[in-house]
């Protein structure tokens, strides 16, 4: 169909008229199932069967995990028989449904429905009714009794309204703050938060109980800054340095001394910060490689979930991936994941010899095997869709564990991994906060551009590990 042709037919609706059916006539449509439609249908039945609403038990389930609601297939049905075959003007008189395989996230279901008899005397038609799974798997059969219509309709498609969600991941970052209210705050190094964003940023974080501040920055700077933007600095601790990269190894060495248990970047440069922490003299180095972990939670995936390294190791080696996946697992155990599905990420999802990071992808997972890595479940190397949707899994014939839910996105490189978390946080709706992993304290590594939101998300993080690290030093 020429695509002027195929774009009319979207937007006008005409029947077929009782006369015009023949036996065999034949109409279907597509749709995907996605986890607003389980909401809505939800939202709008007052279906709330946790079987469709709940992960975390429907993971437990039968079906090992969310599955549609049995009748947005029969709605789907509906949709075809109003709008295609006979189309407007039809009257629904009943319809048989068998339920014969769960629809999951991701699924593609055709819909179709094929005339079975016609009747003269009466204009009711039987049709026979499908919908079947982009395997193959016919989920739902059944049949549909309607009376045709007996006159022609040719209507403009109505404009129905958008509906949104409205999940915006601060479900996510309220649970995060209840499972931090009942630790003390600790103290932080703030390295020169000498513009108003980071000084406010840090004073935020204390507001809400998580952090007491420690300020590492020239005085008159701070305070200027302070006076400009109408913040308070009474009662808090200054570290007095002349310049940003004076802050930086001051920070570190309070750190080093205790005096702190944990650092967050103010204004200056990431790498003028990370210097000073890596740094041989600091003693905050352990055997480990320091790495960054994004956590996100995103209204379209049904839990939170890591993205690593996108902040600091440009283009690591495998035995740096092998530390940044241990980091990354470590901090998955921090907040609540016993045994975290590891995804090793490349643009496909077999070994060649030809693509690094499928190579790196398949070390790392037989060092899993060797219990060089630990804590964690891995499977690499994973397409980003294999990884994180069930249905494009199957799709590719792919029986693991991890592949379409992951917990841990770990990226060929920081690149990559910065270009895939920015877009799930600007096109994709993510929650997020930030932290360095691997270094003797937790570092919050803050952007201009995050929002009041991931600072304090980033916040409450170092302050778990912080408490953790008192108990299992890393």
Same mark, same amino acid.
């Given at each position: 169909?020429?695509?002027?042709?195929?774009?009319?037919?979207?937007?006008?609706?005409?029947?077929?008229?009782?006369?015009?059916?023949?036996?065999?006539?034949?109409?279907?449509?597509?749709?995907?199932?996605?986890?607003?439609?389980?909401?809505?249908?939800?939202?709008?039945?007052?279906?709330?069967?946790?079987?469709?609403?709940?992960?975390?038990?429907?993971?437990?389930?039968?079906?090992?995990?969310?599955?549609?609601?049995?009748?947005?297939?029969?709605?789907?049905?509906?949709?075809?028989?109003?709008?295609?075959?006979?189309?407007?003007?039809?009257?629904?008189?009943?319809?048989?449904?068998?339920?014969?395989?769960?629809?999951?996230?991701?699924?593609?279901?055709?819909?179709?429905?094929?005339?079975?008899?016609?009747?003269?005397?009466?204009?009711?038609?039987?049709?026979?009714?499908?919908?079947?799974?982009?395997?193959?798997?016919?989920?739902?059969?059944?049949?549909?009794?309607?009376?045709?219509?007996?006159?022609?309709?040719?209507?403009?498609?109505?404009?129905?309204?958008?509906?949104?969600?409205?999940?915006?991941?601060?479900?996510?970052?309220?649970?995060?703050?209840?499972?931090?209210?009942?630790?003390?705050?600790?103290?932080?190094?703030?390295?020169?938060?000498?513009?108003?964003?980071?000084?406010?940023? #840090?004073? /935020?974080?204390?507001? %809400?109980?998580?952090?007491?501040?420690?300020? +590492? &920055?020239?005085? =008159?700077?701070? @305070?200027? !800054?302070?006076?400009?933007?109408?913040?308070?600095?009474?009662?808090?601790?200054?570290?007095?340095?002349?310049?940003?990269?004076?802050?930086?190894?001051?920070?570190?060495?309070?750190?080093?001394?205790?005096?702190?248990?944990?650092?967050?970047?103010?204004?200056?440069?990431?790498?003028?910060?990370?210097?000073?922490?890596?740094?041989?003299?600091?003693?905050?180095?352990?055997?480990?490689?320091?790495?960054?972990?994004?956590?996100?939670?995103?209204?379209?995936?049904?839990?939170?979930?890591?993205?690593?390294?996108?902040?600091?190791?440009?283009?690591?080696?495998?035995?740096?991936?092998?530390?940044?996946?241990?980091? #990354?697992? /470590?901090?998955?155990? %921090?907040?609540?994941?016993?045994?975290?599905? +590891? &995804?090793?990420? =490349?643009?496909? @999802?077999? !070994?060649?010899?030809?693509?690094?990071?499928?190579?790196?992808?398949?070390?790392?997972?037989?060092?899993?095997?060797?219990?060089?890595?630990?804590?964690?479940?891995?499977?690499?190397?994973?397409?980003?869709?294999?990884?994180?949707?069930?249905?494009?899994?199957?799709?590719?014939?792919?029986?693991?564990?991890?592949?379409?839910?992951?917990?841990?996105?770990?990226?060929?490189?920081?690149?990559?991994?910065?270009?895939?978390?920015?877009?799930?946080?600007?096109?994709?709706?993510?929650?997020?906060?930030?932290?360095?992993?691997?270094?003797?304290?937790?570092?919050?590594?803050?952007?201009?551009?995050?929002?009041?939101?991931?600072?304090?998300?980033?916040? %409450?993080?170092?302050?778990?590990?912080?408490?953790?690290?008192?108990?299992?030093?890393?």
């Amino acid at each position: 169909m020429p695509s002027s042709q195929a774009s009319d037919a979207l937007a006008v609706l005409r029947n077929r008229t009782f006369e015009e059916l023949r036996i065999g006539d034949c109409a279907s449509m597509e749709r995907v199932l996605a986890r607003e439609d389980i909401e809505l249908f939800a939202a709008m039945s007052g279906d709330a069967n946790p079987q469709h609403v709940d992960p975390e038990y429907a993971n437990g389930s039968r079906f090992h995990g969310v599955i549609a609601h049995g009748m947005w297939g029969g709605a789907l049905i509906s949709a075809l028989l109003g709008t295609r075959l006979p189309g407007p003007g039809t009257i629904y008189l009943g319809q048989s449904l068998r339920f014969l395989a769960p629809v999951r996230i991701g699924d593609r279901l055709r819909v179709s429905a094929t005339v079975r008899a016609l009747d003269p005397a009466t204009r009711r038609v039987t049709l026979d009714c499908a919908c079947v799974n982009q395997d193959g798997v016919c989920v739902i059969e059944g049949q549909a009794q309607v009376i045709a219509p007996d006159e022609r309709i040719e209507r403009v498609r109505a404009r129905l309204p958008e509906i949104r969600m409205d999940r915006s991941g601060t479900e996510g970052l309220q649970r995060l703050f209840a499972h931090v209210a009942m630790l003390e705050p600790v103290r932080v190094g703030v390295v020169h938060p000498c513009d108003a964003l980071s000084l406010e940023g #840090a004073l /935020d974080a204390r507001d %809400a109980g998580l952090i007491v501040p420690v300020l +590492v &920055a020239p005085r =008159a700077r701070l @305070e200027a !800054v302070a006076a400009e933007a109408g913040l308070d600095l009474s009662g808090l601790e200054i570290e007095d340095v002349p310049h940003s990269h004076a802050a930086a190894s001051r920070a570190a060495e309070l750190a080093c001394r205790g005096r702190v248990e944990a650092l967050m970047k103010g204004s200056l440069h990431t790498d003028e910060l990370m210097g000073a922490i890596v740094a041989r003299e600091s003693g905050l180095r352990t055997k480990r490689r320091v790495s960054h972990c994004f956590v996100l939670q995103t209204p379209h995936y049904p839990r939170p979930f890591l993205v690593t390294d996108a902040a600091v190791n440009l283009a690591p080696d495998l035995m740096q991936k092998a530390d940044i996946v241990q980091n #990354a697992i /470590d901090l998955a155990h %921090a907040i609540g994941v016993p045994e975290p599905k +590891v &995804a090793i990420l =490349a643009a496909v @999802e077999t !070994v060649m010899a030809s693509m690094q990071a499928t190579l790196d992808a398949a070390a790392l997972c037989k060092m899993a095997d060797r219990g060089q890595i630990t804590g964690g479940l891995l499977d690499g190397p994973l397409a980003f869709d294999n990884a994180v949707s069930p249905a494009a899994a199957r799709t590719k014939g792919i029986v693991s564990p991890v592949a379409g839910q992951a917990d841990i996105l770990v990226v060929p490189d920081l690149e990559s991994g910065n270009m895939l978390a920015k877009q799930l946080m600007y096109l994709g709706q993510a929650a997020s906060a930030g932290i360095v992993m691997g270094a003797r304290v937790p570092v919050v590594l803050t952007s201009r551009a995050d929002s009041r939101e991931s600072r304090l998300a980033s916040c %409450a993080i170092a302050l778990l590990l912080a408490h953790r690290y008192r108990q299992t030093p890393p």
